[in-house]
């Protein structure tokens, strides 16, 4: 049976693989209960996002649709398409 620190282990492992310009943060990991935040500045205004997971599993598909959202961002950038007019 794997234990709290052992799941945080994984989770920390987990989201150092986040790979985007975005901030976030870990804010707490309780049991198998995972919060993330997101720092965001609106208008001048800090505006943190939270995520709530319920599981490593959970948290693993965030950070895969956070980094490709990021590689989509930064492949539209870097191409010759303007994404808008």
Excluded: W
């Excluded at 209960?33 to 599981?55: A, L, N, T, W, Y």
């Amino acid at each position: 049976m794997p234990t709290d620190h052992d799941f945080e282990i994984e989770c920390r492992t987990i989201f150092k693989r986040l790979n985007t310009r975005k901030k976030f943060t870990i804010s707490s990991i309780e049991g198998t209960h995972i919060v993330v935040e997101q720092d965001e500045e609106i208008c001048g205004q800090k505006e943190p996002r939270k995520f709530e997971f319920d599981s490593s599993k959970e948290l693993e598909t965030f950070v895969t649709q956070e980094n490709q959202a990021e590689r989509d961002i930064s492949t539209q950038l870097s191409g010759n398409d303007m994404p808008y007019r």
